[in-house]
């Protein structure tokens, strides 16, 4: 039986916003899933469906408005805030506005030790030891301002940032959609290398929310598709793209572009 | 014989400012028939959006014209006067749907508004005159299966991908020839994408709009509607072909490697075959290389690529025009 990583429950997340006539917005409407250890866990939609309220409510950002979170059988709330971040890490979308541009890179990467790593003496080994493993020379990153290296070293340098807390978790959200192509399936590739297990790690268990159904079929071994707050449909990857069940899934992957179909336009 | 409706030769545009001169388009050679649907794909940076601002006649701030010349119906846009391009040649002939053009849609004024305004060139402020555009708009719009109550929206009444086809409505007003769209997609989920690219469809379908050159990065979403495709890579084009060819039998290694790097949904299979990414980064446009822009990433680089750009070849496979040193033997 495999183990339990992060299991939700019944989660729901309402937005209020304006003071007096406040207007309720439902970001998660009562979603319930379980991640499995060793697995990549793909959340897909469309823009509002949810897929990153979900990230927020995980990564602690935000409170639950009803429903619970358990990070190996403990609730979230009730893990102390270091060990929590010290096993659960996040990416997200933009990794040129994760870096503060008046300092070298090695400013933001040494500021992981502040606090959660206090207790790493040899710092310098244990920085090239991760960014080794998202495959960056040392040379070539520390040292050097954010705008000297390429989006997708940035976002991998992001990457070894997570890694530095050895975490048993990833959420990355929509780490690849600001990337060019021909870096992003580096990534990709990446992310399954690091559910395998490295040199250095232990296989990881990855949430990957993404709008493009190519990388999540690439990635991911289960899907979770949503709309509008929901989860429509969930399952094997295979399962899910070649027979899915759900009218919203069967529209949803119709509308996709892809290389080995074409799009049939009505004759008129 | 095929009418040739855009001509571009040796077209270079530099951007100038404090950073230093960025040479964004150099030396771009194109020709672009009539009745094709032409993709220009490649990466960011690699002067898609320049080209295209280029081919306008008017480009934005700091980008500069620096040689070459581009032919409209055999009209060069640079070599006649502002006002000219402005009336005859910009919506009559050259529809331009600039990048993210959605977000130029005025929040504070109704679509009506925005329109008379941007056709006030054309129609001057007489009442009678704004009237029978507006006429126009609202059955051009339903040709384009927008409703007629649009035109009294606000933009944050519409949805992303209504005011993207709005946008895409105006800017085919006037029945141009040729229509220039630029990332029209990359902002809309696949949904609305897919309505958008129907939209663009049934101008071409209906005789509205002749041409058309989509600008984008979705290799996948040009395969939907190309039937032919340009690679640029920093500021030059390394290859030119049919869609299928560009998908099926890539010849530049560039073209090879940027196609094997795309996560693309499957519908008949899972994806089991190893993405793989390109190593390094494209060139500094500052001081471009002298030799093959590609050369420093390129797996089949040859001694001579490192010195000397590559000319066109025709490829040894498929004919089409590929500026790489392995197709050289093929020309003599």
């Known amino acids: 039986m495999e183990n339990e990583t992060l299991k939700i429950q019944n989660l729901t997340k309402i937005y209020k916003s304006g003071l007096l006539r406040s207007k309720e917005t439902i970001g998660v409407n009562n979603a319930s899933f379980t991640l499995y250890s060793g697995e990549i866990l793909s959340l897909v939609g469309e823009s509002g469906s949810g897929k990153s309220t979900i990230a927020n409510l995980i990564l602690r950002f935000i409170q639950p408005t009803e429903g619970k979170i358990f990070y190996e059988g403990n609730e979230i709330q009730e893990i102390p805030t270091i060990d929590y971040y010290k096993n659960v890490q996040g990416i997200f979308q933009d990794p040129y506005s994760s870096f503060n541009y008046f300092y070298r890179i090695d400013h933001m990467l040494k500021q992981a030790f502040k606090y959660t790593l206090k207790g790493i003496t040899n710092r310098r080994k244990a920085l090239e030891s991760t960014l080794s493993i998202v495959g960056l020379n040392t040379e070539d990153i520390l040292g050097r301002f954010p705008h000297q290296i390429s989006g997708g070293q940035l976002q991998r340098v992001l990457i070894a940032r997570a890694l530095l807390f050895k975490p048993k978790l990833l959420i990355a959200d929509e780490p690849t959609s600001m990337i060019d192509s021909s870096s992003r399936a580096d990534i990709l590739n990446l992310f399954k290398e690091l559910k395998e297990g490295t040199t250095y790690t232990e296989g990881i268990s990855i949430i990957f929310i993404t709008h493009d159904i190519g990388q999540a079929q690439y990635i991911s071994d289960r899907v979770l598709i949503m709309k509008e707050g929901r989860i429509v449909e969930e399952g094997e990857t295979e399962d899910v793209f070649l027979n899915p069940d759900h009218p919203y899934t069967k529209n949803l992957l119709a509308c996709v572009p892809s290389i080995y179909r074409k799009w049939e336009f009505d004759e008129e | 014989m095929t009418e040739q409706v855009i001509k571009i030769e040796d077209l270079k545009g530099y951007y100038r400012g404090s950073f230093g001169v960025v040479h964004a388009v150099d030396g771009v050679s194109l020709s672009v028939n009539k009745?094709?649907?032409?993709?220009?794909?490649?990466?960011?940076?690699?002067?898609?959006?320049?080209?295209?601002?280029?081919?306008?006649?008017?480009?934005?701030?700091?980008?500069?014209?620096?040689?070459?010349?581009?032919?409209?119906?055999?009209?060069?846009?640079?070599?006649?006067?502002?006002?000219?391009?402005?009336?005859?040649?910009?919506?009559?002939?050259?529809?331009?749907?600039?990048?993210?053009?959605?977000?130029?849609?005025?929040?504070?004024?109704?679509?009506?508004?925005?329109?008379?305004?941007?056709?006030?060139?054309?129609?001057?402020?007489?009442?009678?005159?704004?009237?029978?555009?507006?006429?126009?708009?609202?059955?051009?719009?339903?040709?384009?299966?927008?409703?007629?109550?649009?035109?009294?929206?606000?933009?944050?009444?519409?949805?992303?991908?209504?005011?993207?086809?709005?946008?895409?409505?105006?800017?085919?007003?006037?029945?141009?020839?040729?229509?220039?769209?630029?990332?029209?997609?990359?902002?809309?989920?696949?949904?609305?994408?897919?309505?958008?690219?129907?939209?663009?469809?049934?101008?071409?379908?209906?005789?509205?709009?002749?041409?058309?050159?989509?600008?984008?990065?979705?290799?996948?979403?040009?395969?939907?509607?190309?039937?032919?495709?340009?690679?640029?890579?920093?500021?030059?084009?390394?290859?030119?072909?049919?869609?299928?060819?560009?998908?099926?039998?890539?010849?530049?290694?560039?073209?090879?490697?940027?196609?094997?790097?795309?996560?693309?949904?499957?519908?008949?299979?899972?994806?089991?075959?190893?993405?793989?990414?390109?190593?390094?980064?494209?060139?500094?446009?500052?001081?471009?290389?002298?030799?093959?822009?590609?050369?420093?990433?390129?797996?089949?680089?040859?001694?001579?690529?490192?010195?000397?750009?590559?000319?066109?070849?025709?490829?040894?496979?498929?004919?089409?025009?590929?500026?790489?040193?392995?197709?050289?033997?093929?020309?003599?």
């Not at chain 2, 070459?68 to 060069?76: P, W």
């Not at chain 2, 600039?98 to 508004?113: D, F, G, T």
């Not at chain 2, 029978?132 to 409703?147: A, I, M, N, S, T």
């Open chain 2, 35 to 332: 009745g094709d649907i032409m993709g220009i794909a490649g990466e960011s940076g690699c002067g898609k959006t320049s080209l295209a601002e280029l081919i306008t006649g008017r480009p934005i701030q700091l980008l500069h014209h620096e040689g070459g010349q581009v032919y409209i119906n055999d009209l060069s846009i640079y070599e006649v006067d502002e006002e000219v391009i402005r009336k005859e040649i910009l919506c009559k002939v050259l529809g331009y749907v600039p990048q993210a053009s959605l977000n130029s849609l005025n929040p504070v004024k109704r679509i009506r508004a925005f329109i008379l305004d941007a056709m006030r060139e054309r129609v001057g402020t007489k009442a009678k005159n704004k009237q029978k555009v507006l006429d126009r708009v609202v059955e051009h719009f339903k040709k384009l299966g927008l409703e007629e109550s649009v035109i009294d929206k606000y933009p944050h009444e519409l949805s992303g991908g209504m005011k993207q086809r709005v946008v895409v409505g105006i800017s085919s007003l006037w029945n141009p020839l040729i229509l220039l769209v630029d990332e029209p997609t990359s902002a809309l989920d696949v949904t609305t994408q897919q309505l958008l690219i129907e939209t663009l469809m049934h101008l071409k379908k209906t005789g509205i709009v002749e041409t058309i050159l989509f600008i984008s990065h979705d290799i996948p979403t040009l395969a939907q509607i190309c039937s032919v495709c340009i690679i640029m890579y920093a500021g030059k084009i390394v290859e030119q072909a049919s869609m299928d060819d560009i998908i099926n039998n890539p010849q530049h290694p560039y073209t090879k490697m940027l196609i094997n790097s795309i996560a693309c949904f499957n519908p008949d299979g899972s994806a089991e075959t190893r993405l793989e990414g390109i190593p390094g980064r494209p060139p500094d446009l500052k001081n471009p290389p002298k030799g093959c822009r590609f050369y420093p990433r390129c797996p089949s680089r040859l001694e001579k690529c490192k010195e000397n750009y590559p000319p066109f070849f025709t490829s040894r496979t498929n004919s089409n025009p590929v500026a790489c040193w392995l197709h050289e033997e093929v020309s003599h």
